[in-house]
């Protein structure tokens, strides 16, 4: 291993059991490495591992093939020189801004009144001083995940590990914090020698990091790599920047080939991970998008800006538009089909029987319901059947996900009703005996 690199991944995977006991692939084959002097940012879609590949670099949980190895010496377990800051800001209630920041050293043994004069010393560097006597209950959302980083570098890290780490907060506080973290590291004010930040926003991505790396998903597979030549302080605004945020899009929306491997979920199969997006975004960008300036075709980025929406909720609401149909999406661009743009024009009650017929067609899942509901004497089939089904290719929080998904869907588009009070699906009453 070079002397220059922190960690390297070698031929990862990692997967999760389904219900059935079958294993589920979440990250296969991941080559990876972080070098000295370098923030690197991992995009993907929901689903794609992120997250998974995170914790098996953070030593918390181990790969099932491949290896992970920091300064020469695999993963087992958590290493010293490796620190994680997390989403929820994972902070312990009753202990003060002081005692939580103090709770890693305390771990690795340093003495009291080391402790305290390290993380006083931090907490000021982190804009937060005056408030180690504070809860975090006491404290804004911002100043909360300010000290979960406090937590994080108080330990003299190597290596950072960021997962969404901006994501829980208010645009402009997050903005604000992410400029601060760079500002310390360009400073060399931290120790940290590396930074790797999981994210869904492409602009944060593009504005830290040195290189992005995209994964895929289903299972997750490293599908592209970025060098980012920019200096920092950038300029969102900037020609530059601008362009590749365009080029990140075009990659995070490129369709992946077909899948060959046996057990690959696609489209095509009831299991297909459906678009965590409802009706309401659907037809609120296809509405955007059909009108001026727009007039059928845009730049996601412009897109996502005029709809005022984060990449967690843009790429899913395109995902189902092409899946149904009614829209492309390919290099950056999404675009209007013959369908979408009759669709933009059509009354409520069209929109609903285009939406219902196109659901039918393109969404084996809802077809499969239908199916069954007519080969029922009564008409209804409780969920349960269908939960199963799911869970033979996903994790049961995600196949409750997905089915509520394809319930909002079918009852949208009048394919298929479904009773709260009972978990029962049902045909429309007017196909009802």
């Known amino acids: ?61 181990p790969s099932d093939a491949g290896k992970a190895v920091y300064r020469g010496k695999d993963i087992h377990g958590p290493a010293s020189g490796v620190a994680m800051v997390f989403q929820s800001f994972a902070l312990f209630p009753w202990l003060t801004v002081q005692q939580n920041v103090e709770l890693g050293l305390e771990a690795q043994g340093v003495a009291a009144l080391e402790r305290a004069k390290r993380a006083d010393a931090m907490l000021e560097l982190m804009g937060l001083a005056g408030f180690g006597g504070a809860l975090p209950r ?32 208010d645009v402009l506080t997050g903005e604000t914090l992410r400029n601060d973290i760079l500002d310390l590291w360009d400073s060399n004010r931290i120790p940290t020698r590396g930074i790797l930040i999981v994210s869904h926003n492409i602009e944060e991505a593009v504005m830290m990091a040195d290189r992005i790396i995209i994964l895929s998903s289903g299972p997750g597979r490293i599908s592209s790599e970025i060098g980012v030549d920019l200096a920092r302080p950038r300029t969102v605004d900037s020609i530059e920047v601008r362009a590749l945020i365009d080029e990140v899009y075009g990659l995070m929306t490129m369709r992946q080939a077909p899948e060959t491997r046996a057990g690959a979920v696609h489209p095509a199969h009831p299991g297909y991970h459906l678009p965590d997006t409802d009706v309401s975004h659907i037809e609120g960008v296809l509405d955007l998008l059909s009108q001026a300036p727009f007039n059928g075709r845009a730049d996601l980025p412009q897109l996502a800006e005029e709809a005022g929406l984060s990449d967690e909720e843009l790429f899913p609401t395109c995902e189902a538009l092409a899946l149904l149909g009614l829209a492309h999406v390919e290099k950056g661009d999404i675009a209007l089909s013959q369908l979408g743009l009759r669709y933009a024009d059509a009354d409520q009650t069209l929109r609903q029987e285009i939406f219902g017929q196109q659901l039918l067609t ?15 004497p009564t008409g209804t089939s409780r969920e349960e059947p269908f939960i199963e089904l799911l869970e033979e290719f996903l994790k049961a929080d995600e196949a409750k996900r997905v089915l509520e998904v394809a319930i909002e869907w079918g009852r949208y588009g009048e394919v298929y009703e479904y009773d709260f009070h009972t978990g029962k699906l049902k045909l429309p009453d007017q196909q009802e005996e």
């Open 1 to 61: 291993m070079s002397e220059n690199l922190l960690m390297e991944l070698s031929g990862v995977a990692k997967s999760f059991r389904s219900a059935d006991g079958a294993p589920r692939l979440i990250l296969d084959n991941v080559h990876f490495s972080l070098a000295k002097g370098e923030i690197v940012a991992l995009l993907g879609k929901s689903g794609s591992g992120k997250s998974t590949l995170l914790r098996i670099m953070a030593g918390l949980i």
């Open 138 to 169: 006491e404290l804004s959302g911002g100043m909360r995940q300010r000290v979960g980083i406090a937590r994080a570098l108080v330990t003299n890290p190597d290596v950072l590990l960021m997962d969404e780490a901006f994501s829980a907060l």
């Open 362 to 376: 393109h969404v084996p899942l809802a077809a499969r319901i239908r199916q069954q509901l007519e080969q029922e």
